[in-house]
């Protein structure tokens, strides 16, 4: 969709799935002129019914149309929200950020969210910090960890990386794949999860606060172990709750999310995973 608006109070988000979707609802709430991109051609109609300004584009890695992206990265804040995939090659999504270097440089965004995920921390039974991976030679997960360096090295913008949690809540319920299950490794592991709530919220705030150069872990900040987790969600949904291996000593990590608390004051609808709703 061509557009002659102007750039202030107007977010682009690149990917408008699960998180994005609803995040950009509430900012158009708020007031933003809010774009949205899909490789859906049967959302467009859709987006466009909520006051979204829709966008079909694909990066595969490469992308699809040249003139539409330019005209996408006509805003202020451009939040990039498509997951690498756990299929994919390990340069597939650094290529993806890769393609969008050059329109990115010469747009007029001047704030870049990407939303990356706590699977960039290695599990050596420590509580993880943001600085314990500063790069993408400290990271567990290197697809995330080089698209985070790629974006951290474009000049004269303000990058900001959101390193989520395990995301639920609301349609996604984790019980349907171990539900049943027997020898299920890990029981004795802590969770890091994050409501959808609390998901949307702090990307929302992340934008409207203006949180600028730094690098935040995002996820609930109690941590029952994954036997807990599973077994009361099996008990609330009236299923078989998956059976665990006994005496069981995988490595785990807690992430901590102090920091994005404490920079953005933020309260938690959803402290606990055991108390997550669900739509379903």
């Not at 390990?90 to 993806?96: K, S, T, V």
């Not at 939303?115 to 960039?120: K, Q």
């Not at 080089?146 to 000049?155: C, Q, T, W």
Request: with cysteine; hydrophobic share 40%; proline share 6%.
């Amino acid at each position: 969709m061509k557009t002659d608006l102007p750039t202030s109070n107007t977010i682009a988000f690149l990917g408008g799935g699960w998180l994005g979707f609803p995040s950009a609802v509430q900012l158009r709430q708020k007031g933003y002129v809010v774009k949205v991109s899909t490789t859906t051609e049967s959302k467009l109609a859709y987006f466009q019914s909520k006051s979204l300004l829709p966008y079909l584009l694909q990066l595969s890695p490469e992308i699809n149309n040249t003139n539409t992206v330019q005209d996408f990265l006509n805003a202020d804040t451009l939040v990039i929200n498509i997951p690498p995939g756990k299929a994919s090659s390990l340069d597939f999504h650094p290529n993806q950020i890769k393609s969008l270097l050059p329109f990115l440089e010469k747009s007029s965004v001047s704030h870049i969210i990407y939303v990356s995920a706590t699977s960039v921390y290695y599990e050596h039974n420590q509580e993880a910090f943001e600085n314990e991976v500063s790069n993408a030679i400290a990271a567990h997960n290197q697809k995330l960890a080089l698209a985070e360096d790629l974006l951290k090295a474009i000049p004269n913008k303000h990058i900001t990386i959101l390193r989520y949690g395990g995301l639920v809540g609301g349609t996604r319920n984790l019980l349907k794949f171990f539900e049943g299950k027997m020898n299920v490794e890990g029981g004795n592991v802590p969770v890091n999860l994050i409501h959808q709530k609390d998901a949307v919220n702090i990307l929302c705030e992340t934008v409207t606060k203006q949180l600028y150069d730094d690098t935040f872990n995002v996820c609930a900040p109690l941590h029952p172990t994954k036997k807990e987790f599973y077994t009361t969600l099996a008990t609330r949904f009236n299923a078989i709750p998956p059976q665990f291996l006994m005496n069981d000593q995988a490595p785990f990590k807690i992430v901590n999310a102090e920091k994005i608390v404490k920079a953005l004051d933020y309260k938690f609808e959803f402290e606990d995973p055991l108390t997550f709703e669900y739509n379903n």
